[in-house]
């Protein structure tokens, strides 16, 4: 995990390459970047949350485990769509 990718523009261009890269149609850019911005976000603002049991089973191990990026949607994606906007 890099810390760039708390930076929303850093996740936008990591994601902008992988679908110039792979030519996925089942995801978007967007989709993608959030994804890896909420990987990042909850990885190390939300560190916490491993000593939560259910927060760190549903959410934080998920994160935490690496940026799993494919051509689809992630199942996490409307956490990542709420921290995109507001965090």
Known sequence: MDEK????DACMKSAQTLME??????????????????HAYVYYRW????????A???VYSHA???IDVTDKVDSFQPVWEWIWKYK
């Not at 990718?5 to 929303?8: A, D, I, N």
């Open 5 to 8: 990718y708390l930076e929303k």
């Open 47 to 54: 560190k916490w949350m491993e000593k939560l049991p259910v």
């Open 56 to 58: 760190n089973r549903l």
């Open 21 to 38: 890269k792979y030519h996925w149609t089942k995801v978007t850019t967007e989709q993608l970047a959030k994804e890896i911005y909420g």
């Open 64 to 66: 935490a485990d690496g």
